[in-house]
Structures are given as C-alpha cells and as structure tokens.
C-alpha cells in the first residue's frame, strides 16, 4: 500500500493555472525525484502537498495518507500531520534552525513536544541522535557555531524526531558543493533504508541520479516526463528532458584546448588568509590570452578571495601578481556570481552600458553589436537589473565587461544561481568570449565536472585538514 | 550600537498623499488665510475677550481680545519655518559628514560616530534648552539647538546606507570598470539616500515643531505675547470651559500638521 | 567588555559635551557670573567683592577660555558640580532629592507601556495584514503623532476638567501617579507595538519559523518558544534607544504636572539660568542613558550569543 498519494493536485493564483493537475505516489523504500528548473512548480506541489502554500495561492486535489483522506483546498487539514506523519527538510538548513537555540535542544523540544517523550527520555533520545549523525558534543552549540553540513544533520534530527515515516525533502543541496551534495543524498537514503517515504524536489541532476528510484519531470507547471530515474536520465523520451540532461555538466563534450597567446599576468608565492586563519599558501600560476583557468574547491577554502587577490581588490599576505606591462588598468574584471547585485539597482541597463561605453570611448553600435552576439533583445536594455532574468542579466554583465576590452576576467561562480540550461550557455559564451576577444579567463566554480570540461588549466583549493565533517559513508554507516 | 539604525521604510502612495494634503491644508491656512480675512495677531480688545467667532476673526477671541485666527496662522508660520530650517542645516550637515565618515573609514568615522553617540544619549529638548540659554534670540536658539539635535539622524542614516552601498559588488564593479567617486555617488548612494532623507525631513520637521510646542507649553520657549502653538494652548488653558474653540483650535491644528507630516514620513523598521 | 568599553567611552563623552555646553552657557550669562556664582554660594548676604573675586580666580572666569574650560571639565569630570545658584545646596543633594520621584514616574510609565504596546504588536505582527494590524497600524500612527504634553493637556481636559475624576497635579498618592504615567506611556506603547509589530513579522516570516511548525509545533509553541525569545532582542535595543524620548518626555510631562522629579528641576534651572543645576541635570540624564543602554547590552548578549562575538 502507498504510504501517500495525491491526486490532480493543481496550484492557481486567482484565476490563473500555476501548476496543471499532476499525481504522484509514494511507496515505501522507493524514493522520488521531482526535477525541474527555477519556475517549474515543483516545490509548490510539494507545498501543496504539505498544506504550506503561502496564502495568495491555493491548491485542489487529493492527498490519501495512509489510511487518512485530505483535501489539498484545506491545508489546516495537514497541520497534525507535520512532524508526526510527513517530516519536511528545509532548503537551507543553517536558516532553519532557531538562531538562540542551542542545536541540541531543538532536536530535544521536538523528541517532548511532539513524540511525547519524558524530559530526560527526550533529552538523551536526542544526545543519541546527535552521536548517530557524527555531531558528538555539538549539542551545546549555537546554529551560528556549526558548519553548513552540521546544520544539515542537525536540521534533519529536528526534523525527523517526531516520527514521521514520509520526508520531503525540498532542494536539499542548494548552495552545497559536490562533497556534500552527496553526504545529503546519503542521508536521505539512510532514512529511507527504515522503511519510510522519501519525496526529493531538485533541479540537481546529480542529486536526482544519486537518489535514484522514480522519477517526475516538471516544466512550466506540467508534467514532462515521468519513469524510473535511470530510464529517465539514460534515455529521455522528451526533448526538454534531453536538453536539461545534456545541460548537465557531467555530459558536457570537454571544451578543445587553446592555444596561449601572449602572457597576461603572473602570480608567484600568493598566500591570504581570513580571521587568522591562512587560507591557502605559496600558490604559484601564470595565465595568457585566451586560456581559461579553473579554481575548484569546498565552500569557504577562499576561491573567490584568490581571484579578488588577484585583481588587486584584496592584498595577498604573501607573494605577488604581475600583470603584464601595457595593459590598461581596467583590463582587469570581475564577473560576479549574483549580477543583480553587480550592476546600480536604479539605473536602467541601457543607461549603465552607454556610462561604460561613453567611458572608455566604445560606440552605440558595439553595444548593439554585442547584444546580437550574446543573443540578447534590445528591449531588455530598457529595464533596471531586477526586471530581467538571471541568465539574461549575467550576459548583460559580461556584455558590460567587454566594453572595456579585458585581458583578464575573474568568473566568481557565474552560473552558480542559474538553472543548467541556462548555465551551459552562459559558459559556452564565456569560452569563446576567451577565444574571440582574446582574454584570459579565470573560472571559479563549486562543480568540478563544469571546470574540468571548459579549463584549460584546473588549479584546487581543497584544504589539508578539513573541518568537523566526517565523510558522508561513515554518517550513512551509522544511521543503518 | 552604532549598527541600530532606523531604516525609514517609505509609506505607500494613499498614505503619503493624505499626508501630504494636511500638511498642504494647514499651510494652505498658515498663508493664505490672513490674506482672506486681514486681521492682527497682536491687537487686544479688552471687550471681545473670550468671546465666539465672527467675520473677523473666524476662530473668535482669547482672553486679551486677540483673534485666535490670526494668532494661529502667525504661530503656523514660525513654528514650520523655524524647523525647516533646522531641518535644512541638519540634513545637509548629516549628509555630508555621514558620506565623508564612510567613505574615509578609520579615525574620521570614528571620531565622528562617537561625537554621534553621546548626543544620541542627550535628550533632545535638553541641548535644545541649553541653546536657548547660549545663543541669543530665542528662534536662533531653536534654530541651532534643533539643528544640533537632528544632524545625527541624517548623518547616522546616510553613514549606514553609504557603508553598505560601497562595500556592495555593484561599487566594486563599478570602480573596477574605471569610474571615480563622483559617479560613485550619483549612481549608487545618491539613489539609495534621497528617499531615506526625504522620510527622515519629514520626522525631523515633526520633532522640531514638537519640541517648540513643547517648551512654549511649560514656558521656557518662545514668550509671550509671541503665537506660538504651545504658548497658545498653555495661555488658553484656563478658559476651557467658557471659551473651547479657543483652545481646540491650536490643539486641532497641531494635530493636523503632526499627523500629516508622520503620515507623510511613513514609518520606520528597526 | 568591548560593548563596555565602548559605552564608557560614550559616558565620557557625553560628560564633556555636557561640560562644554554648560560653560557656554556660564560664559554667556548675562552680569558678572563671579558675582552670581559666590552669590549662590554664600548667599546673598555674605557676598562681597572679595567672594566674587575669589571664584573668579577659581574658575578662571575672567581669564582665557581654554584654561576657564579645562577648570571646569576638571570639576565635572570628578562630579564635583558646586551648589545651586537658587537655593545654595550642592547640587548632589538636590539631585539625589529629584531622582527618585521621576524614577517612580518613568518606571510606571515603561512599566504601563510595556503591558499595552508589546502584546498587541506582538498579536498583529502574528498576522500581517490582518484586522488587528491595520486597526493597530492607524492608533499607533494616531499616537505617534501626539506629543507627550498634547497628551498631557487632552488627558487633564477629558479625566481632571470635564469628568473631574483625576487630579490634574500634586503628587504622593497613587491616583497622582494615573495621569503623568498614562500621558508617557500612550506614546511609548504605540512606538513599542510597532517595534514588536515588526519584528513578529520578519521573524514569523523567517525559515526557522515555518520549520519549528513543520517539526509538528503548535503555533502557540512555536510562539513561545521561538517567537517571543527572537523578538525581545530588536524589542530591547530600541527599547535603550527609546530611554531618550521618554527621559524628554519625563521633562515635559513634570513641568506639566507639577512632578517633583529631576525634569521639573532641570526646566527651573534653565529658566533660572542655574549652571550649576543645568550641569547636574544633564549629566544624570544623559549618564542614565548611557547606563540603561549598558545594561540592555548586556542582557541582549546573554539572550543573542551572535551579539557578544
């Protein structure tokens, strides 16, 4: 028997359809995978799901939970169940735990209030859930004292101590890098070894693969495709699934090797550190037109503090960067990972790109030529930055960039906010961007398959002694 | 400490445009009104003391036989003028120390945000007073006493905002692309000021007002036979009962002009 | 103890703000001040003009300014405020008289604003948008718009004129406490409900929130348990930052009344013109301020361990 099942579940805002009816079930060991890009629906049908929706928007259908029938136009209805029956895993665990409460303690009020544990039973349930998730004498700490991926275990004991047999786990990787995405997807398999449901929405492929059983493809509030996930993902019978698989860095053609051409800058010995603590030392690489080097490594290890060294934003704490004689002192640029944030909030873009060409002597028509080349529609200019798309945004950013003519340019996880279609052609632009105007590129990116299929050189930042975090296999080890 | 500032949130289109229309009414009285009907505020008449309205003094009279109506539009013109001056000086003077104080860093910013923070433990109407007793004339006094006071609002908002703005990527990517402080501050902390400063003008004006009503009320503001609000009221005090209008009046058009600023100003987050 | 340091440093320096403004004010006494100043000192009897001289010599008053000035921050700085030009005591004395009654008054008024503002801001904020939130929204805006001697003057016209239920001044009894206390803590209680008001909402609004519920929470533990604690910290800050309003309207509403505190001594000195008195006033204040602040420093880092880092 399913432990849930939900069917025609729709989602509208007033009159207007936001997510067409879809049904979905959930068997016990089997987990599955709702994937789909940033406006696809998929986490309001998980909302809807869980009787979450915020209150401008409201949800039809049917949720059967066991033996229990719901209506998904009555999320009062569901509210018993949270905690006790569906356990939901927040997107960003260090934003979900209670900022004045020590870890521990919001696993223990949870063991109390919602099993109905004794007080000392409640606190030594949760001391063992501690001990089983690797964060043994954490309990005491504040959220703000945890790394990203304690919070994480932390957040799922909260979680999942009032019993519930079904977890939706709703991107559970956002902002996390490869190592831990996997640790997480570990985890949520642990927990559906015990016999439970697990429901996944992401738009990580990665993840999905990792997860594995059944599979639903959403776009634009429809339902795409639906099978096994290995089926899904090894033979896509849609043309959008097959985009959105090839868009997958690991299915990237690796990019052809350039040539170098004239040097353009050269840093020798460079060392930087954060709060006292040394973040990286006696680092040593020289880069010239053309080629693009890639800088990988965990969150935190200082990638974007390298790149910021390098452009003179930062000073290192040792060593230097020499930037080759008779380059202009706005060769060198940054390309940041949220353009939103880089470009003046209150100045349409048309007027931002014509300050920037009027300043370094560029016409109205290279602008426009460029707008051709990045694929972008005049109309867009019109806009201020918030109106426009992340990915559209960004190559307006990288538009802006090539109106000074750089030699160099420092890519700060660019495509880390953007959907995978959109972030394969946001990096294919940037490699001919190298090739065509003749720029070295410096590539920084949490996903190792994306740098190694488009660097030319790889450099990584994985430090000698890691934090805390025990290895992902040891957590799923202890949980079983 | 020095990290809690009020973020003046602006107020939607309705709320300010009924703000702004009171604050336009009473103005609208303040000037016009004495042009319509011709009168003098300082002129006693013994015999009309306390007595009800009439053509020429539409708001009758107060216990020396002056036209209130007279009387008021006389206080609505100082009081406003007298905080808006302040509220001139203070705001150019925050304005310009709060950017220099942010974009300078270390000991001019801290030396400044100290000087901030003891005056921020200064009730207001203390420094106000201690002016009074210094400069001579007493709306000198409120005009430099006020300004002291309301210059840390402005200086601490715009300091706030210039920080965050400067130290955000849009300003790195903008200095990175070769342009100087000038275009700094009109493309990025101008814009994010001018409605903050607009908001904070519009409190500012309130408190002053405020604190001239509230000194004339206890007597140690402007003096007699001077209309000023407060000195009205604590004047008319007395007469409650044979002569409410007479009271009501100043008491309703302070209101008026408070509530329509506030409105005006919107409200404020922590 | 960085927050301490800095709060000394603000103690400090409010002393010497106090300190120049006060001379200023001396220096721009109109008469020979010697004379006033040995005259409050000795009284007027006993004042010659060899007194006169001698506190000229002592506070270099007829000298320099700088060294004038230095004198005097000197006597500020070890609290050693003189006597009172009126009445001849120390000025300590008369301070250490004043301070508990308004202390009485101010604390009853937190006290009432607290009991008033919080709770509903606290309700509305729970909904945002909600009928007790636009209701509140208009009667805090109402409120705010009032200054605390209008409230003060509406007060004694509704509850002492017309329905003669309160009395409009004296002191002593608890029924004199209603009227200047109310008069205070309607303001305060608006701009309270308002600060609850939105932090409720930012932090209902905030994941951990909608988590706590998801962990099976009811809303009234979630409330208890992650609401209240949250709210209280941006509630207390503004609350030390407020001390201000309230310590300005403790000065009206004394005058107003006729409260025996420390406001009403502050508005005769001034009127006065008793520099002495001035500068007592005025330090203890503005110290006080200083004081409440340090304190509420304290107690939010012990609630928000981020603030103590």
Partial sequence: ????????????????????????????????????????????????????????????????????????????????????????????????????????RQVTETHRLVRGLGTTEARVQAAADFDHLGLTGAGHRYPHELSGGMAQRAAIAAARAGGARIVIADEPTKGLD??????????????????????????????????????????????VETGPTKTVMDAPTQTYTRDLIAADPDNWAARDRQTAGAPVLTATGLAADRGGAQLFSDLSFDLAEGRILGVTGPSGCGKSTLGDVVLGLVPPSAGRVKRSEGLAPTAFQKLYQDPVAAFPRHRTLKGTLEDVARRHGQTQDRIDALMHRLGLAPVLLLRKPDAVSGGELQRLALLRLLLVRPKFIFADEPTSRLDPITQKHVIDLLCETAATEGCAIMLISHDPALVARTADQMLSLDPAAPNLDVTPTRVAGALQ | MTD?????????????????????????????????????????????????????????????????????????????????????????????????????????????????????????????????????????GFWAGLSLVLWVEFFRLTRATTRETLASPAVQATRLLGFGPTYVFRTHIWPEIAPMMLTA???????AIMAIAALGFVHVGMRAPTPELGLMMVELLPYWREAPLALLSPVIATFALLLGLTLLAGSRET | MNTLITRGIQALMVAVLIGAATFAMMRALPGDAAYRIAAGRYGYDNVDTAAADAVREELGLGGPALPAFLTWLGDLLRLDFGTSLVTGQPVIEEIGHQLGASMALAGVAVLLSLILGPPLGILAGLRP??????????????????????????????????????????????????????????????????????????????????????????????????????????????????????????????????????????????????????????????LSFVLVNAIIDLVTQRIDPRRAA
């Fill in chain 3, 129 to 286: 948008g909600g009928v007790l939130d636009r209701v509140l929204l208009v009667v805090s805006t109402g409120l705010k718009a009032v200054p605390q001697f209008l409230m003060a003057l509406i007060l004694i016209l509704i509850l002492s004129v017309q329905f003669r239920l309160l009395p409009a001044a004296g002191h002593g009894e608890a029924r004199h406490f209603i009227l200047p206390s109310l008069a205070l803590a309607l303001g305060l209680a608006a701009v309270n409900a308002r600060i609850a008001r939105d932090a409720m909402a930012r932090i209902g609004a905030m994941p951990f929130y909608s988590f706590a519920q998801w962990k099976g929470l009811s809303p009234r533990q979630t409330l208890l348990r992650h609401g209240l604690r949250n709210v209280s910290v941006p509630l207390l800050t503004y609350l030390g930052l407020q001390f201000v309003t309230l310590v300005e309207g403790v000065v009206v509403v004394e005058a107003v009344f006729g409260w025996p505190g420390i406001g009403h001594a502050l508005v005769h000195a001034i009127f006065s013109r008793d520099v002495p008195m001035v500068q007592g006033t005025a330090l203890c204040l503005g």
């Fill in chain 1, 178 to 223: 490869a190592a831990r995405r996997d640790e997480v997807a570990d985890l949520l398999l642990a927990e559906l070894a015990r016999g439970g449901g697990l429901l996944v929405i992401t738009h990580d492929l990665a993840l999905a693969r990792r997860v594995g059983g059944r599979m639903i493809v959403l776009r634009e509030g429809r339902v």
């Fill in chain 2, 4 to 140: 809690t500032v009020m973020i003046p949130r602006p107020a939607g289109h309705a709320v300010r445009w009924t703000g702004a229309a009171l604050v336009a009414a009473v103005l609208v009285l303040a000037l016009i009104g004495p042009l319509a009907v011709p009168g003098d505020p300082f002129a006693q008449s013994l015999l009309k003391a306390l007595s009800g309205p009439e053509a020429g003094a539409p708001l009758g009279y107060d216990h020396l036989g002056r036209s209130i109506f007279h009387r008021l539009a006389h206080a609505l013109r100082l009081s406003p003028t007298i905080a808006l001056a302040a509220v001139l000086t203070a705001g150019l003077a925050g304005l310009v120390l709060g950017t220099f104080a942010a974009a300078r860093g270390g000991w001019t910013d801290r030396v400044l945000i100290t000087l901030a923070d003891a005056l921020l433990a200064l009730p207001g109407l203390l420094l106000v007073l201690i002016m009074l007793a210094i400069v001579p004339g007493t709306a000198l």
């Fill in chain 1, 1 to 104: 028997m399913s432990l849930l099942k939900a069917e025609d579940i729709t989602v509208s805002q007033g009159d207007t359809p936001i997510l067409h009816p879809v049904s979905l079930h959930l068997e016990p060991g089997e987990p599955l995978v709702i994937l789909g890009e940033t406006g696809s629906g998929k986490s309001l049908l998980a909302q809807a799901i869980m009787g979450t929706l915020p209150r401008d928007l409201a949800a039809r259908g049917r949720v059967a939970l066991g033996d229990r029938l719901l209506d998904a136009a009555r999320p009062d209805g569901f509210r018993p169940l949270w905690g006790r029956q569906i356990a939901v895993l927040p997107q960003e665990p260090w934003l979900s735990l209670d900022p004045l409460m020590q870890a521990e």
């Fill in chain 2, 201 to 207: 003008a519009a409190f500012g004006t309130a408190t």
